[in-house]
């Protein structure tokens, strides 16, 4: 069974280039962002490039969302890429 890992940060610029990876490389996919810095126009855009559809968790700041998810489904790793960056 494919292994099921959650990308946090998955529709932005670095996730979502490692969401197509984990898509092609046969991995089943979790994306949980909050699209605080994402288009929304990400996501149809992964099924389209790699043919394969990720589980999407777009929040928007809804917590309630991010419980759902990880009542349901089990993962076999987890990928951090939500944050945001600090002016300097
Ligand atoms: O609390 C948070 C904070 C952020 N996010 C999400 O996390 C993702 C972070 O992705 P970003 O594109 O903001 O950041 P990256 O580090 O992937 O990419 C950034 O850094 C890159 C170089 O490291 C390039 O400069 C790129 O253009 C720039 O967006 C976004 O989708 C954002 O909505 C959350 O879900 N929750």
Known sequence: ???HICCTGGAGYIGSH??????ESGYKVSIMD?????????LPRL????????NVCA???CFAA???LFA???FDGIIHFA??????
């Open 1 to 3: 069974m494919a292994k």
């Open 18 to 23: 490692t969401v197509v990876k984990l898509l």
């Open 34 to 42: 909050n699209l605080i810095n994402a288009s929304e126009k990400v």
């Open 47 to 54: 099924k389209e490039l790699t043919g394969k559809e990720a």
């Open 59 to 61: 929040h928007k700041k």
């Open 66 to 68: 991010v419980d759902k």
């Open 72 to 74: 349901e489904q089990k």
């Open 83 to 88: 944050g945001l960056k600090v002016g300097t």
